[in-house]
């Protein structure tokens, strides 16, 4: 069974910097797209940003120009800089993997994003 490891998040200060990082336990075949979402208390879980394994992105319009999403292919990693973070980015953030040719979604665990002054 497949698994995503995320690491990163914290307690960061509005206007400072933030990354994530999420990892594979196995290897991934086909086309695939992996991405970050995000939930804050009493809200939907909402896309953040992803990327495909053709290396198209598409972000949501909150963070464009703040937040950059890659990847490392060759360890089935997804990454997520967040610069300017602003105290609406306040939430739970989970790595998303969708394998196309399986159909198969997988989560990771969440990781906590708080900004505050």
């Known amino acids: 069974q497949l698994q995503l490891v995320e690491s990163g998040g914290g307690l960061v200060k509005p206007g400072e910097s933030l990354s994530l990082s999420c990892a594979a336990s196995g290897g991934i075949f086909g086309f695939y797209v992996m991405g970050w979402y995000r939930q804050a208390p009493g809200k939907q879980r909402e896309l953040v940003a992803s990327i495909t394994s053709g290396d198209n992105t598409n972000y949501a319009d909150s963070v464009k120009g703040r937040f950059t999403i890659s990847r490392d292919n060759a360890k089935t990693a997804v990454y997520l800089q967040m610069n300017s973070l602003e105290p609406e980015d306040t939430a739970v953030y989970y790595c998303?993997?969708?394998?196309?040719?399986?159909?198969?979604?997988?989560w990771g665990q969440g990781t906590q994003v708080t900004v505050s002054s």
């Open positions: 998303n993997l969708h394998v196309i040719l399986e159909n198969s979604v997988y």
